[in-house]
């Protein structure tokens, strides 16, 4: 009788401290402790930040979409372990996406004011700060690979609009008619903002004021991004979106801005933002969370929170990052009812969430 208790004893305290350190290094579900002696390969994505309350998404789309940011963030993770660079690793998930029409990218590109879908896109690679970017574009089918164009086959870091595509055309990036980006319910949303609008019009008119809110973009996001740590201890990040609904032909957000949407710097860490470009061009959000950890130290999460939780939201922005530091420490960060992201834990294994 003994003896069975004594080996049940033995398993408990053989495996406490393998328990603790797991709970040790799991901050809100996310690892917090590699250092330079535990560096791992690390991957994470988003699919954009914003007003995506409980319950507002039918159980099918909420499953749809998880299931696609599992894939996707497998399959960046996967080319990783096969030793694939950062940067491919980037261009690879937010490619996938980009195919998606579940997200604000590529195929799914939100409409302008004017019922166009304009894209913007950018890459930086943590080892040499190159960096690419892109805007304003109609018919290029994956903006992040020509964002990886501009960076490695170009002298420049950003194009824009015609240029940037008769590019394209010279670099074999594949074009696509603008009815490819067409999808109904992207359609539906601008329908209804522009009918909002008139409506807020007439109250001008009737010589109301307008509320605060009226102000406001449409407070639904979904723009996407990936931050990756190779074998190399290389970090890269990149971003792609079609901006924001009802946007006014021409704006640009921050997604195709260095520092602002996209940031990788091995010293520090590499960003992709969503939400509010504005905000975010303004704050440099992505070169500000690189700056709290390279001037003042401060951990990835702890980085990430203070310009999103504080910065941004004093601010009046709303939106989120995904960061990893130079060991694959992860900061996660929103101050939206959610942020559609994934990860890949310490353990390997992919995690997923919404809220
Ligand atoms: N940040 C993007 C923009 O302002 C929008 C988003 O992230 O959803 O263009």
């Known amino acids: 009788m003994k003896k069975p208790i004594s080996l049940v004893l033995?398993?408990?305290?053989?495996?406490?401290?393998?328990?603790?350190?797991?709970?040790?290094?799991?901050?809100?579900?996310?690892?917090?402790l590699q250092g330079p002696q535990n560096p791992r390969l690390?991957?994470?994505?988003?699919?954009?930040?914003?007003?995506?309350?409980?319950?507002?998404?039918?159980?099918?789309k909420e499953?749809?979409?998880?299931?696609?940011?599992?894939?996707?963030?497998?399959?960046g993770y996967k080319a990783l372990q096969a030793g694939k660079t950062s940067v491919d690793a980037v261009e690879l998930a937010i490619r996938m996406m980009e195919d998606s029409p579940l997200f604000n990218a590529g195929r799914g590109a939100v409409f302008n004011h004017d019922g166009k879908n304009e894209l913007d896109s950018s890459i930086m690679d943590g080892k040499t700060q190159a960096a690419g970017a892109v805007a304003g574009l109609h018919h290029v089918k994956n903006p992040i690979t020509l964002a990886r164009a501009v960076m490695e086959r170009s002298p420049h870091v950003m194009m824009v609009g015609d240029g940037a595509e008769k590019f394209a055309k010279e670099q074999n990036v594949?074009?696509?008619?603008?009815?490819?980006?067409?999808?109904?319910?992207?359609?539906?949303?601008?329908?209804?903002?522009?009918?909002?609008?008139?409506?807020?019009?007439?109250?001008?008119?009737?010589?109301?004021?307008?509320?605060?809110?009226?102000e406001l973009p449409y407070n639904k996001f979904g723009t996407v991004g990936a931050?990756?740590?190779?074998?190399?201890?290389?970090?890269?990040?990149?971003?792609?979106?079609g901006g924001m609904t009802n946007k006014k032909y021409g704006r640009v957000g921050d997604s195709p801005i260095i520092g602002a949407g996209t940031y990788a710097n091995n010293n520090s860490c590499a960003v992709s933002g969503t939400g509010w470009g504005e905000f975010f061009i303004r704050l440099t959000v992505a070169r500000d969370i690189a700056s709290m950890m390279e001037y003042h130290a401060l951990p990835v999460q702890q980085a990430a929170d203070r310009v999103i939780k504080q910065k941004l939201q004093t601010a009046g922005g709303d939106g989120g990052v995904i960061a990893l530091d130079k060991f694959g420490n992860i900061g996660i960060s929103f101050n939206t009812e959610g942020m559609y992201r994934a990860y890949i834990d310490i353990n390997g294994k992919p995690v997923v969430e919404i809220y």
Request: with cysteine.
């Open 63 to 75: 499953k749809e979409i998880r299931t696609k940011l599992e894939e996707v963030v497998l399959a």
């Open 10 to 32: 033995m398993a408990v305290l053989c495996l406490l401290p393998s328990f603790v350190l797991a709970q040790k290094r799991s901050i809100g579900g996310v690892p917090q």
């Open 174 to 214: 594949e074009l696509v008619d603008e009815k490819y980006f067409f999808t109904q319910e992207r359609w539906d949303e601008l329908q209804k903002i522009l009918k909002e609008e008139k409506t807020k019009l007439l109250d001008k008119k009737s010589g109301e004021a307008l509320s605060p809110s009226s």
């Open 227 to 241: 931050v990756a740590l190779d074998k190399d201890g290389n970090l890269a990040a990149g971003t792609s979106t």
């Open 42 to 60: 690390a991957f994470v994505i988003h699919g954009g930040a914003g007003v995506i309350a409980r319950g507002s998404l039918t159980p099918e």
